[in-house]
């Protein structure tokens, strides 16, 4: 087993990783950019290093600086996390040249089926159906926009290296098609530092449902069952669910199969997901493969009891998957939200800044995945993605009057988040029914929503606390100023003492 | 104290009285079964008649207040009649002359309009990216762009004017 | 169902139980005395009405006035929680009174079953072996002193009524008869409003071990399960666990239906508890009937994915158990530890006071049932338990690891926790092997635990961190005395407005 | 600023330099890579050779400070070597005079000891009720009880003189 593991990422995603080294005895290091000093991240890790300045380019997203710590802390294993380097090749080839483990699929493979256009070719070469679209990336915006116009609208652009719904956008019209192209490339540049996109044919009203899987060293390949995502807002999973309401033992069996072909087929090892979109005839299309930890992964874990950080680290470290896991039987029915620093008050604007104070939801069934902490500042510099919420419960019904109590538990001051959303979307009868598809939440956010009653106690409650912030405040500007001026007497007296020897 | 407090287009006259630790309340004139703390920061706890409601306040660069409880969103503005500081109505209407400012830190990466161009309400006028979203910043209102104060690259704070609609 | 539910506690059990309310569409009122307005289960309850001043027999305490709550607000059922009036005879007699819905057994069986005395007549008279000891309430102090001698020393004290380890003392010679017969008492008195203590015979090494069982009111009873709770302080439980690590199935089935026939005898419904010692030949003895939900609850809910809480108010609200619960199949392994305001470094003195700031461990198998809240104060009138962190894992190796790992998330400054107990006990490879009893925790303590190593880096982060915390401190005097004046001001002008119309 | 930390029986020279939000730390005289910053009340997150720290300060009635970071535990003495405040040993040892103090706020429920006792080191001399338990202070040497301050029934606060022992 590995001694020491650098975690190659920050946020909720680190903190996970370095909870699964804890278990396991191993120690973990981290790296931070000069926002990130204070981060969650680097409070919990065995070791953190400074890796530069706040744009991932230039800390982040550095190969070179990754390795000398690396090197320096003496590390013998990296787990990328999700996002950031995380699908880019380049990283496990530069781990192996630093002879260290690299926690994930090899470079071969990540281009075999981490790329979506590759995918698609190794996708068909083992008859899993795909969604129409071009199988290379776009260099021709003309031929481009010919092909759509061929496919007929509306039609998807995808990042080649992408994920998380960045860089990808709806084309619903020809017009529309060239600042599209420009929008998708750019956002992929930014986000992926590679601007490569594809086209695909949209389809109408699919569900999005994907397998997780888990390869070992030795051949074997399993499958976990499903993960349904089809509550997205701009393409992005805003809720997953497991296992999916419309899957049936025999839909589940066939696409499992698919997955774990498509994995054989591109000599896949570690865990890995493929995705799916699933149509109202309940036929399923390969979207692509992400050849890493998903986002949504705590889902899988909370119906299997399975810890998937853990098993990723113990199949990096050659251990053999017991066979006794292809016949896990998942129990219950489990649920994540996706709580982002965004106003979804305001057109879902970004929502930086201090937090100034903090509830955070725990009891029965709830697990909450977080990167954050009170009096911490969320810079602006990186994903909005504060925490993941799940629930677990017997039933759906359960797992979801869980989430519901649970959201209204979590509460957070001096930054906007999202909870409002899920608020709503957990009470829409087309949820609670399942009635939902790729879009649904797109088109549940045009209409408008019933504004709040001003003949309420929750009014009269409102008015109330607007008047006692009111107090609070009115006599603040005399404290802060006064806080201020010995701040700054500190200061001074500060810098009087550090002159002396 | 004595505050107006304009809530969803309906005045309340919120009357806080000190009473000990505890704040005693009258609204709109009469004194109810109220009693209010701050529990955490901008966190409120009041009760009222019994029911337990817990308020979070978050000022805005405008000077109103959003109000969360349970699942309903309030905007409020508070004013004090004896200061008479004048009202202002501007944040939440959309007539006459627009300032338009950055909802959030970040990079202005696209400018989408140009003085003189006329607009209708929603459209863009700018892209400002943050936290790696690149986020569409519309006219509220249908008019003309009279300036744009910023270029595109450059980095700009949360409230920071970025143009004037007419 | 059930519209309002009245819950007659504070603290952790409250919190728990309007989780339970509201994930079920029931509305929770809770009462709370004057130190507890900010507390988190006023915070969180649908309704919250004062109660009176902060001693339990002036508030908490008070039947009349729970019962007053209950009409004012419309309640149908009322939930006692642990502690305080859960055991308590009079409490469903005044619920039927009313025309409320106790949650929890009746009158009838809560005398036949929980008073201590008469539970051991009861299990005899359905072939359940019992520790040898009186069966009826110390009224003579000389003739109980006098059969302790006839059974040979050690031998225990209990409180009738009680349960939590108070009132209970363990008894190793006659010269400290009289005085711990006095303290046993008094401590009863005050945590019960009843002084009545029995005697018992101690058996070396024991553990202890408790069955869950689950009584509907058409005369179907079930196990759950057990949950062994061998360490303990003082005989308080601090550490719970599920399944036993010396359960086979085949102790686990007789020791269930020992359970199962006593619950039968006392004609009890709803949710209870039948503990027993275990020796060291693995021969079982009862203790006693906890005729509530136990502390440990969490324990037996995170291996069977079952809510008891939930479970209890169907129970009272009539329903029945589905027999498909009787052939419930555990998962895993549960941990609980219970987190204390106490000192452990200085001989478990309660630590009330302000919380300055609080991090709460979460992630993979972790739940956290908690009463507090950074910035709230813990009261000095009640029970210092602040939080039950309870871990799950796929065996007892991986729940340990993550609790290991969830105490070291767990940070409170303001107040002393007991967080550092349980990090060394976690470490100890008696514990580890499961080799434990009941005394084994308060001879572990007495042994001396090796002072911090001066010469590690440990210790020189601590040192800057005491230089740093001095460099703030030494500027407090000014900046305080500054708040505390514009405070005065602040007040002064708040008097003032006030006398304006 | 440069202080003189007393730590589990051994004296380290801390000093720090104000580097623009961060402080630069010298120990015993050498200048380390060291980072440490407060990341929540009374919380430091100490970052040395990389090594992540975090230590979490409690101060003690009697002006020492109790730390924990990871699974250990230090008792500290600060002192600043310019104010020359004087030496506070008293609190370390257990030698000569000393005073039973409250160690948490509660109610006398008994006294177990009377002035002029002869009484051991760890030997109870009151009974202090909180929280629902009830606490034995003991005796911290051998030797006399030279007065008891409090009674039985009488409520205390933490830090309070309960007692001499000589």
């Given at each position: 087993m590995f001694r020491k593991i650098l975690i190659a990422n920050r946020g909720e995603i680190a903190v996970r990783i370095i909870r699964a080294c804890r278990e396991l005895g191993i120690k973990s290091v981290v790296v931070f950019s000069d926002v990130d000093r204070n981060s969650l991240h680097v409070r919990l890790a065995d070791e953190a290093y400074p890796?530069?300045?706040?744009?991932?380019?230039?800390?982040?997203?550095?190969?070179?600086?990754?390795?000398?710590?690396?090197?320096?802390?003496?590390?013998?294993?990296?787990?990328?996390?999700?996002?950031?380097?995380?699908?880019?090749?380049?990283?496990?080839?530069?781990?192996?040249?630093?002879?260290?483990?690299?926690?994930?699929?090899?470079?071969?493979?990540?281009?075999?089926?981490?790329?979506?256009?590759?995918?698609?070719?190794?996708?068909?070469?083992?008859?899993?159906?795909?969604?129409?679209g071009t199988n290379d990336p776009i260099e021709n915006l003309e031929e481009a926009r010919a092909l759509a116009q061929r496919m007929g609208y509306p039609v998807l652009l995808k990042a080649v290296a992408g994920g998380g719904g960045k860089g990808m956008r709806l084309v619903s019209a020809d017009a529309e098609f060239e600042s599209a192209f420009r929008d998708a490339s750019s956002e992929a540049m930014n986000a992926f530092g590679n601007a490569s996109v594809f086209l695909e044919k949209y389809l109408e009203k699919p569900r999005h449902i994907e397998i997780q899987i888990l390869a070992d060293a030795h051949g074997r390949v399993v499958s976990l069952g499903e993960r349904e995502c089809s509550v997205q807002r701009r393409h992005q999973k805003v809720i997953e669910e497991a296992p999916s309401p419309i899957m049936t033992p025999e839909l589940r069996k066939r696409m499992g199969d698919a997955a774990v072909r498509i994995a054989r087929a591109g000599g896949y090892v570690n865990a890995g997901t493929v995705e799916f979109l699933v149509d109202t005839h309940y036929d399923y299309y390969f979207l692509e493969?992400?050849?890493?930890?998903?986002?949504?992964?705590?889902?899988?874990?909370?119906?299997?009891?399975?810890?998937?950080?853990?098993?990723?680290?113990?199949?990096?470290?050659?251990?053999?998957?017991?066979?006794?896991?292809?016949?896990?039987?998942?129990?219950?029915?489990?649920?994540?939200?996706?709580?982002?620093?965004?106003?979804?008050?305001?057109?879902?604007?970004?929502?930086?800044?201090?937090?100034?104070?903090?509830?955070?939801?725990?009891?029965?069934?709830?697990?909450?995945?977080?990167?954050?902490?009170?009096?911490?500042?969320?810079?602006?510099?990186?994903?909005?993605?504060?925490?993941?919420?799940?629930?677990?419960?017997?039933?759906?019904?359960?797992?979801?009057?869980?989430?519901?109590?649970?959201?209204?538990?979590?509460?957070?001051?001096?930054?906007?988040?999202?909870?409002?959303?899920?608020?709503?979307?957990?009470?829409?009868?087309?949820?609670?029914?399942?009635?939902?598809?790729?879009?649904?939440?797109?088109?549940?956010?045009?209409?408008?929503?019933?504004?709040p009653d001003t003949d309420s106690h929750a009014a009269d409650a409102a008015a109330i606390a607007a008047a006692l912030w009111q107090v609070t405040h009115d006599s603040a500007p005399t404290s802060e100023r006064t806080e201020q001026d010995s701040r700054w007497k500190l200061d001074g007296r500060n810098r009087q003492l550090d002159r002396m020897p | 104290m004595k505050y107006?407090?304009?809530?969803?287009?309906?005045?309340?006259?919120?009357?806080?009285?000190?009473?000990?630790?505890?704040?005693?309340?009258?609204?709109?004139?009469?004194?109810?079964?109220?009693?209010?703390?701050?529990?955490?920061?901008?966190?409120?706890?009041?009760?009222?008649?019994?029911?337990?409601?817990?308020?979070?306040?978050?000022?805005?660069?405008?000077?109103?207040?959003?109000?969360?409880?349970?699942?309903?969103?309030?905007?409020?503005?508070?004013?004090?009649?004896?200061?008479w500081r004048g009202r202002r109505h501007g944040a939440m209407e959309a007539e006459g002359r627009q300032q338009i400012t950055a909802p959030m830190p970040g990079k202005v990466v696209r400018v989408l309009a140009n003085p003189g161009d006329t607009v209708e309400a929603g459209q863009g006028l700018l892209v400002v990216e943050a936290m790696k979203m690149q986020n569409e910043i519309r006219s509220p209102k249908n008019g003309k762009v009279e300036k744009i104060l910023v270029k595109e690259g450059q980095a700009v704070n949360a409230g920071e004017i970025l143009a004037w609609v007419d």
């Open positions: 890796i530069g300045p706040a744009p991932s380019r230039e800390s982040y997203l550095c190969l070179d600086k990754l390795m000398t710590v690396a090197k320096r802390a003496g590390c013998d294993a990296l787990h990328p996390g999700y996002g950031f380097l995380a699908e880019n090749p380049a990283l496990p080839r530069a781990c192996t040249d630093t002879s260290l483990t690299f926690i994930g699929p090899s470079a071969e493979a990540m281009e075999a089926l981490g790329s979506k256009t590759a995918g698609r070719s190794l996708a068909r070469g083992v008859d899993v159906p795909i969604v129409p493969v992400n050849t890493r930890l998903q986002v949504e992964h705590p889902v899988t874990e909370q119906v299997t009891g399975l810890d998937l950080v853990k098993l990723q680290i113990a199949i990096a470290a050659g251990h053999r998957l017991p066979f006794a896991w292809e016949s896990i039987t998942p129990r219950g029915h489990a649920m994540e939200v996706r709580l982002y620093a965004e106003d979804p008050e305001n057109n879902f604007f970004p929502s930086p800044g201090k937090i100034l104070s903090r509830r955070a939801p725990s009891g029965p069934g709830i697990r909450l995945d977080e990167g954050v902490y009170s009096g911490w500042t969320v810079p602006m510099d990186y994903d909005p993605l504060l925490a993941k919420l799940i629930a677990w419960g017997n039933s759906r019904e359960e797992t979801i009057a869980r989430l519901r109590r649970a959201l209204e538990e979590y509460t957070v001051t001096g930054i906007k988040t999202n909870t409002a959303l899920f608020r709503r979307i957990l009470a829409e009868p087309d949820f609670l029914r399942s009635e939902i598809h790729t879009k649904w939440l797109d088109e549940m956010l045009k209409r408008p929503h019933a504004a | 107006e407090v304009l809530l969803g287009g309906k005045t309340r006259v919120v009357e806080l009285m000190r009473d000990a630790e505890k704040w005693r309340v009258s609204l709109d004139g009469k004194p109810i079964d109220a009693d209010a703390i701050e529990v955490a920061a901008n966190t409120f706890s009041v009760l009222i008649e019994g029911e337990s409601w817990e308020v979070r306040v978050a000022p805005k660069p405008d000077g109103t207040l959003v109000l969360h409880t349970g699942i309903a969103e309030f905007v409020a503005q508070v004013e004090d009649p004896r200061t």
